[in-house]
Each structure stands twice: as C-alpha cells, then as structure tokens.
C-alpha cells in the first residue's frame, strides 16, 4: 500500500490533474468508475448501525436530442443508497490519496480518480448522523461537486433539521472512448453490473439494487436469481498452499453469449478470461438435460487474488505464464495465473463433464467419419481421439479438422523422433534383455502407425490425381470440345518446368510407368536451348524430356557418372483426329530422340558427361487417344498392337528407340487398377468403382 497523501487545497490545484492522468483506465473497463461508486454504496450500507430496510438506486440518464432511439447513449449515472453517509471520517478519506480507510475490505483509496477519468464531473449530497454534544445524534449534510478545481472547504457539513440519511453520487458527462464501450440496453447494463457484484449479490444480507431507466425498473436481485443463482455450483481448492473458492453458474439470459472465468479480489472482479481459448468445448451456448440453453460464468477469489489486486483493480500483479525450467512451485514461490486457471480449468471440466462428453462424442463420430471418407492417412490417430478430441472445437469445419489431425500426428512424430534417438542412446546400457525387446516391440508398434499414416496419405494423393486425370479427358458438356494436351500435361507435370523448380508430389509420372519416378533431370516442355544441364541449338520442345545416369558401382563413380538412358514423352490433345505426315506424333518424338543424343549434357556444376555408349537405350512416350486416323498411321510403321487396341508398341531398329503409343483411355485404366488394392485396403473406392472392380 502506497503511502497516504493528504489532499489539501493548495497540492489539488496543482496534483489533482496529475493524479487523474496517472489512474490507469483502459477503455475496456469503462463501468468501473460505475462500479466503484456502487461498490461505495454497498460498503456505507455495511458501515449502516441500526434497523433498515436497505437500498441502492442506479439511475441512468441518456441523451435528451436522441430519445426517438431504443436506447440513446448513456450521459450520466446517479447512484444513491441509505448507507451510512459522507461522515467525518468517510470525508477525510476522501480528500486522501491512496487512503487506507477501507483496506480491510479491499478499498485501494483510488476510484474517485476513476470518475474524473471517465466523467467531466461528479455531484455528492450525503445526510449523515453525527454527534455535536447533545444526547441524540443529529442530522448533517454535505452536497459538492467534485472536479478538476475541487475544493474540500467547500464541502464542508451543515447542519439539517430533517432528512433521510444516505447518499447520491451523480457522474455526468460520460466521455469518449469510455462512453462508446458502454453497454447501450439496460438489460446488458444489469448483466455487466451483477457479474460484477455477484459475490456480493450471493449474501444472504445483500441489499436490494434497482436501475431505473427511461420509467423502467429492473431489480438486480431478480436478474441474479433467476440467470446466476439456479444450479450454482462451488468448490474450494489449493494452490501451494494458498487457499482459493471457485463458483461456477449457468446464465440463462440471452443476452450471455460468452463462456467466462472472472479473478475476483475482494468480492469484486477484476479480470475476464474467455473460457473457449483454454477449453475448445465451450465455443458456443451448452444445452442441459432439458434443453434449457446456458453459458457458463466461473468466479474465483482467495486471499491470494486480495493481496495482489493492483491499485486500479484492473490486474493482478503476478506471473502468467508457466516456466518450461520450473513445473512445481515451492510454498514461498509467487504462483502464476496460470496455476491458478489449471485448477479452474479442472473444476469446470468436471462440474460440465456430461455436456462436455456428449459434445466429445458427437466430434468424435464427425472425425471418424472424416478419416474413413476423405483422410484415411490419419486413421492410426484414431486409436488416440480420446486424447486430443476435446482440443477441437465442436463447430469445427472440415478444415479445422485436417488440421487438427495434422497437428496430432506432427507431435506424434517429433515425440517419436525424440523417443528413437533416447532409446537408441539408452540400448547400448540395457542389461536386461526382455526388458529392451518389450520396449523396443512397443517402439516399432509406434514408428509403424505413422509408417502406415505417411503411406496412406500418399495412397489418397493418388486417388485425388486419377479423379482430377478422368476429369480432364471428359468433354465439356456445354461445347462438347475436349481440353487442350495442356490440362492433361499439367497433371502429369507442371509445364515450362524442370524437377530441379517441381516438388517431388507434383509430379504424377507415375500415372504412365512408374519406374518414370526415378531419373536424374526431368524438362518439361521447355526448348532443348534452354537448358542448363544440357547443351543444343535446337529449339525444338519435347513435351517431357528425361535423362538418368548409369549407376556405378566403381570407386570414383557419382557425379560424372555417364548418362545411361533418355526418355522423351509427348502429350496429344484428346480426341484429335487430323494428324498429317508432317505432324505424326511418332514422327515427331523419334526425330527429338536424334537431336537429344546429338547435344551435351552437363552436370549440375556445368562440367560434361559422357553418354555411355552412341547407342544408349531411348524410350519414346506417345499419349493421346488412339482415333481412326492415329490408328492407320501406327500400323503403317509396322508397330504391334496388344489385343485390346488401346496401345501400341515397337522398336525402331535404325534409331535404337523403343516407343510405346498409349490410348488416354487405357491409361487411366491401367493406372486404377495398378492402385486399385491400395484403394480397396483403405475404404477409398466409391460404390461405382466397387462394382467395376467386381464385375472386371
């Protein structure tokens, strides 16, 4: 507690401006000076001697020119009770700074400062009993106004010979930004004012709160009762060693729309936290039993929260975060916020668990659902929901999923890295031989789940790649016109790429013959003088052009390794049927062979390699659909056909070029059914393609 400061006349002139401009009032926080001045009429009812039928009055006063709204902005407050009054010592009090009158009961001397902070002026008029030598106490009053020119002599007492003890505080002239974050609906104002006070509104001997509004009354009590008070529930816990007191209510009001957990000091909050950032479950309104809609407010006090409430009642002062270097607290170490929120956290997880398994369940049959229809890669994670199901939010979109899942198995894996170097490190130490085979049988059971997941989501990639592929060979039904050769080879390969600018999962040669896969330079329709790994003047541009190198095994071998084949693939529209000599595909792929064998390959650091032999194996690609015409043309070069009529093949005995035309129909085929057991293992084959499958 800072030390007092008398505030007299003289230092208020020239301190009063910057004691205001030090007060700490984010906007917020804009109903705490309102709360204080309330907080002020409980406290003087408390101080009350005597038999009363107590009361405390909130009258809001709105904008005059703006009555033809709903609800006009709030300009002013007046709060009056039948407290105790403005008696000598609650004056002196006053006028001192950082007063410690009501340190017992949480009192930090500063909330008039609030006022001027938030309101251009306040107005008091206070009757109070006092003695003045005669038997009875007799009656005084006081009525200034408090401002940046106030004066404390004159405020002085006089004496009255009639009047009802209490007290009026009017704050006017409501500023901005403060005035703008005030709830505009008295309803909202009641909801703020008894989450505030509802430790308060808890006591048995609380007295009766109204706010009057435009001629209406709304009882503060009634809102307690009937949104707070119903199926409350508490519980007292410790945190090293310090004692704490969590309530926990279900509002009913519609106007609550947030799941809370409020720090209060001294039966008054202080902070909010929103409980969906800690508890996913409780992003939206929870259904009872009767189907009666909620959300829930949890309050926690303790002598600890009293000790370290700042000044301003704004924060606490203490540690947030929890420190990775200590997990256990000592009795004589602060605690953290967040030690104090873990235990919150349990206690409202377990005072909601019904509702919070019933949410659990209903994201689990969605996520299983999920994975078994469009992401089976995670399926060795569902061993595991109920581990991680309640970090999801139950109004989780597909996406939030994925990610979600990914998240999971992304920590499974670092977790597992970290697991396999410890256990490797650790086996060279093992005595005990059954003890090491267990954990390690328990290991790989770990590192093949993932295995499975990895290969599994590859398998669905797949799936994907062969869906978009039949789709690019449909004709549009609109014009009836087949794509262009761009679409297909796109899928295959990016174009006006190589493999040195492509990610590896771009890239979908598989589709055609999977040992495609494995090359040293991929060129995808870029002009052979284009390349840097290798040298020509031609500007001719294989659709697909692909070199690998001889693999030896001679010491010295490896980067200058001699190039041992090449591939050339190219890409005809769908459905074409208008192929002239001068055009012929095969033509056209056989004579890019003869120019690719007659230019320079390099290696990556602009040195030549030699080509094996002048008459290296040469592979030729022709994709297209076989029509009429393609189909004359190929028989014309003696190639031979397989039974089915989709493919041709044959070797070109002058050139020493293999070639292979294959129809984009059998294609596709080929490619289902080369992936068709993976597909059928992991629940990928829609109810058409099962039914193809059977009959074939």
């Known amino acids: 507690m800072n030390k007092t400061m008398s505030l007299s006349p003289g230092m208020l002139r020239t301190n009063l401006r910057g004691q205001i401009r030090q007060t700490h009032l984010p906007k917020w926080k804009a109903l705490l000076p309102l709360f204080e001045a309330v907080m002020n009429s409980f406290q003087a009812i408390q101080e009350f001697e005597g038999e009363r039928k107590h009361k405390i009055i909130i009258s809001v006063e709105r904008q005059q020119d703006l009555l033809e709204l709903d609800d006009p902005p709030i300009v002013s407050f007046e709060i009056t009770d039948t407290g105790i009054g403005f008696t000598d010592n609650n004056f002196d009090s006053f006028n001192t700074a950082y007063s410690e009158h009501k340190f017992d009961r949480g009192g930090k001397g500063l909330g008039r400062f609030m006022w001027l902070k ?9 009757v109070f009993r006092a003695q003045d030598g005669a038997e009875e106490p007799s009656l005084w009053e006081r009525d200034f106004r408090f401002g940046f020119d106030y004066n404390p002599d004159n405020a002085s007492a006089r004496k009255i010979e009639r009047g009802s003890v209490g007290t009026s505080v009017k704050l006017s002239g409501f500023r901005e930004p403060y005035s703008q974050e005030c709830p505009s609906s008295v309803e909202q104002l009641a909801q703020r004012l008894a989450e505030h006070f509802i430790l308060v509104l808890m006591q048995p001997d609380c007295p009766e709160v109204e706010i009057h509004d435009q001629g209406q009354r709304l009882s503060l009590n009634g809102v307690f009762r009937e949104h707070f008070r119903s199926d409350s529930t508490s519980k007292n816990f410790e945190v090293s060693g ?17 799941h809370r957990l409020i720090y209060a000091a001294n039966s008054r909050g202080v902070v909010t936290e929103m409980l969906d950032q800690h508890i996913p479950n409780l992003s939206g309104r929870l259904h009872d039993a009767q189907g009666n809609s909620f959300v829930y407010l949890a309050v926690v006090q303790g002598d600890y929260l009293n000790e370290k409430v700042n000044n301003f009642r704004t924060d606490f002062e203490m540690r947030e975060d929890v ?21 919150c956290i349990e206690y409202i997880e377990r005072d909601l668990a019904d509702l919070i398994d019933n949410l659990n369940k209903a994201k689990t049959d969605r996520i299983i659902a999920y994975v078994r229809t469009e992401a089976p890669q995670y399926k060795p994670m569902l061993r595991y929901i109920d581990g991680f199901v309640g970090s999801i939010s139950p109004n989780a979109s597909k996406i939030d999923i994925e990610l979600a899942l990914h998240r999971e198995l992304h920590q499974r894996e670092v977790t597992l890295k970290r697991e396999g170097s410890r256990f490797l490190t650790e086996a060279a130490k093992q005595d005990d031989y059954e003890q090491y085979r267990q954990r390690l049988a328990e290991f790989m059971e770990k590192s093949n789940e993932l295995g499975l997941s990895a290969l599994a989501q590859y398998v669905m990639h797949r799936k994907i790649v062969i869906e978009l592929f039949e789709k690019a060979l449909s004709s549009d039904k609109k014009t009836d016109r087949y794509p262009l050769e761009e679409a297909v080879h796109n899928i295959l390969f990016p174009m006006r790429s190589t493999d040195q600018d492509t990610l590896y999962s771009q890239q979908n040669l598989w589709i055609i013959d999977e040992r495609l896969n494995y090359h040293s330079f991929i060129a995808s329709d870029k002009p052979l003088n284009s390349h840097e790994d290798f040298t020509s003047d031609s500007k001719k541009r294989p659709d697909l052009f692909i070199f690998d190198r001889k693999i030896a095994f001679a010491e010295g071998a490896g980067e200058g390794a001699p190039i041992s084949s090449i591939t050339v693939i190219e890409f005809k529209r769908p459905q074409r049927d208008d192929y002239t000599e001068a055009d012929n595909p095969l033509k056209q792929v056989l004579e890019q062979i003869q120019t690719i064998r007659s230019g320079q390959f390099k290696t990556e ?9 002048e008459k290296i194996p040469a592979f030729a690609y022709v994709i297209c659909d076989i029509t009429p015409r393609m189909r004359q043309t190929l028989v014309d070069r003696d190639a031979k056909g397989t039974p089915d009529g989709l493919s041709f093949y044959g070797y070109h005995s ?3 070029i293999y070639f292979e035309v294959i129809d984009y129909g059998r294609l596709l085929t080929d490619a289902k059914r080369r992936n068709r057991v993976f597909f059928e293992r992991l629940n990928l084959m829609d109810a058409g393609e099962e039914r193809a499958a059977i009959e074939r």
Not at 242 to 258: C, E, V
Not at 324 to 334: G, H, K, M, P, R
Not at 605 to 613: C, Q, S
């Open 242 to 258: 310090r004692q704490f007191y969590i309530n926990g209510f279900r509002l009913t009001s519609p106007r609550a729309s947030k």
């Open 605 to 613: 650091r602009g040195r030549p390699i030699a080509v094996a032999n």
């Open 118 to 126: 938030a309101f251009d002026e306040v107005t008091i008029h206070s």
């Open 323 to 343: 420190d990775e270097a200590q997990t256990e607290l000592t009795i004589d170490d602060d605690l953290r916020r967040s030690d104090i929120r873990a235990k």
């Open 654 to 656: 002058n050139h020493g």
